[in-house]
Structure formats: C-alpha cells, structure tokens
C-alpha cells in the first residue's frame, strides 16, 4: 500500500533524533502551498493518481492469476 505524504516533510535519522528532544515542537515544518485552492487540487491530483495506481495494480494482479490458471 502506497501513501502520499504531501503534507509531511521527510526527515533524516539526525532530524528525528532532534524532533525527539524537540518538547516545544519548534521544529515541525509542513509542505505547504500558497493557497488553500492549489493545497486542494495537489490533494486531488494525489488522490486519484492512488486510485490509478490502485485500479493498475488490481488489473496486474488479476491478468497474473489468470495466467497462471492457465
């Protein structure tokens, strides 16, 4: 299962050591976009491209399956 984590930075090994002494959450920093309608469409865009990704793996698995039946 695939996720999209847009809105959460990644982070390094040193960063996460540092979030973990981070008591005042200073440190949290988030994608962000300049508006809440491009935030929106990213979201969307994101969205459908895992039902994309969702419908292509379902297609992949059946025709494997049908083909070792064969």
Same mark, same amino acid.
């Given at each position: 299962? =695939?996720? +999209?984590?847009? $809105?959460?930075?990644? !982070?390094?090994? !040193? /960063?996460?050591?540092?979030? *973990? %002494?981070? $008591?005042?959450?200073? =440190? @949290? *920093?988030?994608? /962000?976009?300049?508006t809440t309608e491009e @935030?929106?469409?990213?979201? %969307?865009?994101?969205?459908?491209? @895992?039902?994309?990704?969702? &419908?292509? +793996? @379902? &297609?992949?698995?059946?025709? /494997?399956?049908?083909?070792? /039946?064969?």
């Amino acid at each position: 299962m =695939m996720t +999209n984590l847009f $809105l959460f930075g990644s !982070f390094g090994f !040193f /960063e996460g050591m540092g979030r *973990v %002494l981070d $008591l005042g959450g200073t =440190m @949290a *920093v988030y994608n /962000e976009s300049p508006t809440t309608e491009e @935030a929106d469409n990213h979201a %969307l865009y994101s969205d459908w491209q @895992a039902v994309g990704n969702d &419908i292509r +793996n @379902a &297609i992949n698995s059946y025709v /494997e399956d049908q083909e070792t /039946e064969s």
